[in-house]
């Protein structure tokens, strides 16, 4: 594919941060005629519908954060000479064509693209219906950017696809498709996952989980379960399950303390039958399904375990391997625990809430992967590359 120069990306970028600047008002118009039209019932995905000046402000900084970032193609990742004159150099090189698959946020048609696009990436946009409007405003931007730019808007592209037509493309792709990366529930993820014949990047679901050790302080604990479970219940990485280890020094009345400070935040607290037992005011889980669940509401599981290693046990068959934390004053136990977790991030004393980009200093991202490969944790620019071996020679042949 054609290798763009880096000035030229990135004078798209600056024509792009103007266009939606001098369109905001039409791109926070286009987004109401969604939120019009989308019923409250699912809060979470609501919240990741709306588009307002602070959102359009977000899309610049992206944008701009990405625009400084130095140039991920091209660069040597190692270079040799062997004793038969070869030289080799592995480069990195962008994938070809991604596709990004998502549901209600019609910012990830900014921050995923302006990725993808400095990286070298041609663009597949697949959004949600509830952001169609939304999405054709934020499309015909970047259109407009790249014309500026005397590039074709073939670089970047909204699908209208409806689901069946949509499954039939990830089957049998019309063009060129070498990576495609699902951004939403684990229903749209399998749906990708059963359909698609090229490589997928899965971008997880949450249900993070959060472990109180004996040795914890408990105010922090609180503090720490109270900002991850409430600062954000639409992200991915907002807390879902608390496990108290029963050796808590007065655990009983713990269990009621951190009830209560929940209950404050209107936090509802579901409950094991161990925990139920000691505050009867929580709501007894009965669905064992609900252990897999990332709830995306202000709802909580408070259950009991009776050691760390329990309490490993469980985080890695029921949580969805994206944040996990625990809670201690032994740095000893939590290096121990953070190695035996199977998560993209781990946390000592923290709020899973950081799982995020920005905060963890890759700067905007695409996704949080909870893959293995090629890359776990957020896919910033650096990670939107592949790589490829450059081989020198002077007549070689192999004998």
Not at 16 to 38: C, G, H, S, V
Not at 241 to 251: A, P, R
């Amino acid at each position: 594919m054609q290798l763009l120069e880096t000035d030229k990306k990135n004078n798209v970028l600056d024509s792009m941060m103007r266009i939606i600047d001098q369109r905001r008002k039409e791109i926070i118009a286009a987004n109401q005629k969604d939120l019009d039209a989308f019923s409250k019932d699912d809060q979470a995905l609501y919240d990741r519908l709306v588009v307002d000046e602070a959102k359009v402000d977000d899309m610049i900084k992206a944008i701009k954060e990405v625009k400084v970032q130095e140039d991920p193609v091209g660069n040597n990742i190692a270079e040799k000479k062997l004793d038969s004159g070869l030289e080799i150099i592995n480069k990195t090189a962008p994938f070809g064509t991604i596709m990004i698959i998502y549901e209600s946020r019609p910012d990830v048609t900014i921050e995923a693209a302006v990725l993808a696009f400095k990286a070298n990436n041609k663009i597949l946009l697949k959004g949600g219906k509830e952001a169609k409007h939304s999405n054709l405003v934020l499309e015909s931007c970047w259109h407009e950017a790249l014309a500026e730019n005397d590039l074709s808007k073939d670089w970047i592209r909204l699908m209208q696809m409806d689901r069946h037509e949509t499954r039939d493309f990830l089957k049998n792709p019309t063009e060129p498709l070498d990576l495609i990366v699902p951004r939403g529930g684990e229903r749209l993820i399998n749906f990708v996952k059963e359909n698609a014949t090229c490589a997928v990047l899965i971008s997880g679901r949450g249900n993070n989980f959060l472990y109180v050790s004996p040795k914890a302080d408990w105010d922090k604990a609180k503090k720490v379960i109270i900002n991850a479970k409430t600062n954000k219940i639409s992200g991915c990485n907002a807390l879902d399950k608390v496990l108290l280890d029963k050796n808590l020094e007065n655990y009983e009345a713990k269990v009621a303390d951190l009830y209560s400070s929940l209950k404050e935040v209107n936090v509802a607290v579901w409950a094991d039958e161990s925990i139920h037992a000691l505050c009867s005011e929580t709501k007894l889980l009965t669905d064992k399904e609900a252990w897999y669940e990332e709830f995306l509401a202000m709802k909580i599981l408070v259950a009991e375990v009776s050691s760390m290693s329990e309490a490993i046990q469980k985080i890695n068959k029921y949580s969805g391997g994206h944040s996990t934390a625990i809670i201690t004053e032994d740095k000893t136990e939590a290096l121990a625990f953070m190695e035996q977790i199977d998560s993209a991030a781990v946390y000592h004393n923290a709020s899973t809430r950081f799982t995020d980009g920005g905060q963890m200093g890759v700067g905007a991202e695409l996704a949080i992967s909870t893959d293995k490969l090629h890359h776990r944790g957020p896919l910033g620019l650096k990670q939107l590359v592949t790589n490829k071996y450059y081989v020198f020679g002077d007549g070689h042949i192999r004998v």
